[in-house]
Every structure is written in structure tokens, then in C-alpha cells.
């Protein structure tokens, strides 16, 4: 929970320097809707149903049907697009037992989506913005990525044409970016083209995360609409987006890169305070107070055990700083500091720590 929550807070962050506004859905929508966005002929075997008041509902698999009623909840104006709505929304999707894997393959999951609307004209500077925005998170953890450019499946909506036209948009925006990627035949959403963005981790491995879809096909099912500079109305362009793709599955991909040993501004614990006897506890225990008033996650070791065990405990545990404290440390406030994976330590002033561990988390680097 506290990596998720330290991820939703970073994504925010990021979110709103990007001129995103965030939204919120229900989990549960009316068949109808589903009808009109095509799920229900294209995506029904992996959907959950139920009834209310004798009417058909569906758990949603995906936000964007919502998204769209947010949209059309008023009049826009070409003034306002592109409008960007961003939205972590709770998605079931009914997947065979056999492919459920971990965090990595689950039947419910918090999806990091965005909608963007748009007109034809501002197609490939959105493109270029989001992808921007994807490199940005992804080497903020550290990672690389591939792309792959997806094209029509067969069980899909709309004209030759339309698709023809999505494609060409998505696959102009990666040659003018000059980033290199792989395209990857009839593997598109049933709505339109789309770009899948592949992590690779630390150890050499890929996971597919970050994926932008181009949509011509919902705004006209729906109707949506934006009155243009000359005073008639138009139909916008519609791009789906996730960053993290799933929150659980980006969690997973982070325990696998990082192998459990997380930079400290979102290791779960950050701390480790190992008094040496009982003696010690209450100096410890004002410490760890101090650390959480300041925002830091710090646990005092009190067990009767010894030092050596403590100490080794923290590292498997693989908390990023450790910290023994005994009669020197009680009386001049100088800590002695082991970083997670190292042998040897160094010392610091409580003050200093305290703006050496802030600057850690301030900055998000990767390194203890």
C-alpha cells in the first residue's frame, strides 16, 4: 500500500504539470453504454454482468465509456481541446485461471487511464506530449523502453479508411520523434490503432505497460461533439492512454527490477533504529517520532536479540539505512549509518540525515 500510494502521488504530480484534470467513474454502467462503445459485441466474454431493477449492467473493463460521458456532460468549444482527463479507475476483467499470474495478470486492477480529445490538426503534437510525458515516469524508475505500433485486429470496428488514417497518424508521430519500433500486425484494440510501450528491467527482461490508442470510432458512436472556429460542429479525435498500464502490474515489474531493494521514496520501510539494549528504546523510539513527523518510515528493532541479528534482519528485509543505537549515540546525536548492501557505514548528525534522507526522497533518485 505504501508503494501504490507513493506511485498515485508521483502520478499526480506528473498528471498536473501536463495539463491533466482527474476524474472519477462508476464501477458499475448501464448496457446501453456498453451497446454504443461496442464492448458488449467486441469484449463480452471478459466483462462481469449483474441486474439492478431488472436492467442489464456491466462492472466496467475499461474507463473510457465514462470518460466520454464526463465529456459530454457539456458543450465544448475548439477553444478547450485538447482536453485532457486522467482517471485511476478500478477495472474486472474476467480472465481464464490459467493466465492469472501474480500482480501481473489479475482480474481486477486500478488502470492509470487518460482520455485526451482533440482535433485532427493537434493529433501529433499530443502524441509527441504524451510520449514525453512516458519517458519522463519510466526514467524516473530507471527503466527503457521499445515500441511497438499495433495494427487493425480482425474482430474490430469502422471503415478501411478511418483505420488507414489512425495508423498513418500514429506511425508519422514515432518516425518524426526518430524512436525506434517494431509493428506488430492485427494487434490493435477493436477501436482503433495503438502504440505498447515495453520496459525492460534490470536483469534484461520485458514487460508490456505504456500503451496510447488513436480513436476515431467512440466520438462518432457516441455523438460527441465541439463547436470549431467557424461556428459549426465538429467531432473530436479521441486517444486512450496509460502510463503505469495496471498499478498493480507496474509493482510487480518494480519488485522485479529493483529485486525488493527500493530507492528510499518509496521503500515501504526507509528506517531501520536498532537500540543495542532496553536502555537504548527511548532514544530510539524519539527518533523514529521525530522521522515520522517529518515523513519518514522508520521502525525501532526492540527485540531481545542481539545487534548482529538485528542488523542482519534489516538487511534482508533490504531496508535502504540502518541504524544502531547505544551509549555514543544517545549522548552526541552522531548516528552511524549502513546503506542497505554495503559492508561499511558512515556517520552523520541527526540534522544532517534528516536533510540527506529528504533530499533522497525530494529528488527520487534511485540511489541510497
Known amino acids: 500500500m505504501t508503494i501504490q500510494n507513493e506511485l498515485?502521488?508521483?502520478?499526480?504530480?506528473?498528471?498536473?504539470?501536463?495539463?491533466?484534470?482527474?476524474?472519477?467513474?462508476?464501477?458499475?454502467?448501464?448496457?446501453?453504454?456498453?451497446?454504443?462503445?461496442?464492448?458488449?459485441?467486441?469484449?463480452?466474454?471478459?466483462m462481469y454482468f449483474t441486474k439492478i431493477d431488472d436492467a442489464d449492467y456491466a462492472v466496467k473493463p475499461m474507463n473510457c465509456p465514462g470518460s466520454i460521458l464526463v465529456?459530454?456532460?457539456?458543450?465544448?468549444?475548439?477553444?478547450?481541446?485538447p482536453l485532457h482527463l486522467a482517471e485511476l479507475g478500478l477495472v474486472h476483467r474476467h480472465e481464464k485461471s490459467g493466465v492469472l499470474h501474480g500482480l501481473f495478470r489479475v482480474r481486477n486492477f486500478t488502470q492509470d487511464d487518460a482520455h485526451i480529445f482533440?482535433?485532427?490538426?493537434?493529433?501529433?503534437?499530443?502524441?509527441?506530449k504524451t510520449i514525453d510525458l512516458f519517458d519522463e515516469v519510466y526514467k524516473t524508475f530507471g527503466l527503457t523502453y521499445k515500441a511497438e505500433l499495433s495494427t487493425r485486429p480482425e474482430d474490430s470496428m469502422g471503415s478501411d479508411e478511418v483505420w488507414e488514417?489512425?495508423?498513418?497518424?500514429?506511425?508519422?508521430?514515432?518516425?518524426?520523434r526518430g524512436l525506434e519500433y517494431v509493428i506488430n500486425e492485427g494487434d490493435g484494440a477493436f477501436y482503433g490503432p495503438k502504440i505498447d510501450f515495453h520496459l525492460k528491467d534490470s536483469i534484461g527482461r520485458t514487460w508490456?505497460?505504456?500503451?496510447?490508442?488513436?480513436?476515431?470510432?467512440?466520438?462518432?458512436?457516441?455523438?460527441?461533439?465541439?463547436?470549431?472556429?467557424?461556428?459549426?460542429?465538429?467531432?473530436p479525435i479521441m486517444v486512450h492512454r496509460v502510463v503505469y498500464g495496471s498499478i498493480e502490474r507496474f509493482i510487480g515489474i518494480l519488485i522485479e527490477n529493483f529485486a525488493g531493494a527500493f530507492p528510499v521514496w518509496f521503500a515501504p520501510v526507509q528506517i531501520a533504529l536498532l537500540p543495542i539494549t532496553d536502555?537504548?528504546?527511548?532514544?530510539?523510539k524519539k527518533l523514529s517520532e521525530r522521522f515520522f513527523n517529518l515523513g519518514f518510515r522508520a521502525e525501532v528493532d526492540d527485540r531481545s536479540e542481539k545487534t548482529g541479528k538485528k542488523i542482519r534482519d534489516s538487511q534482508v528485509r533490504k531496508i535502504p539505512y540502518t541504524i544502531v543505537i547505544g551509549d555514543k549515540e544517545t549522548e552526541t546525536g552522531i548516528l552511524p549509518i549502513r546503506k542497505h548492501g554495503e559492508k561499511d557505514g558512515f556517520e552523520m548528525s541527526v540534522e544532517d540525515f534528516i536533510s540527506y534522507v529528504q533530499?533522497?526522497?525530494?529528488?527520487?533518485?534511485?540511489?541510497?
Open 165 to 176: 488514417v489512425a495508423t498513418n497518424a500514429l506511425q508519422k508521430a514515432l518516425d518524426n
Open 279 to 284: 536502555k537504548h528504546s527511548e532514544y530510539a
Open 71 to 81: 465529456y459530454k456532460s457539456r458543450p465544448h468549444s475548439y477553444r478547450e481541446l
Open 8 to 46: 498515485l502521488k508521483y502520478w499526480r504530480e506528473v498528471h498536473r504539470r501536463y495539463g491533466y484534470e482527474e476524474i472519477k467513474t462508476p464501477v458499475i454502467l448501464n448496457r446501453k453504454l456498453w451497446e454504443t462503445s461496442g464492448h458488449w459485441d467486441h469484449y463480452k466474454d471478459n
Open 208 to 235: 508490456q505497460c505504456g500503451t496510447i490508442q488513436l480513436d476515431m470510432m467512440l466520438p462518432e458512436k457516441f455523438e460527441m461533439e465541439y463547436i470549431g472556429e467557424d461556428g459549426a460542429r465538429h467531432r
Open 118 to 128: 482533440m482535433t485532427k490538426e493537434q493529433i501529433e503534437s499530443e502524441i509527441q
Open 359 to 368: 533530499e533522497k526522497i525530494s529528488s527520487r533518485d534511485l540511489k541510497y
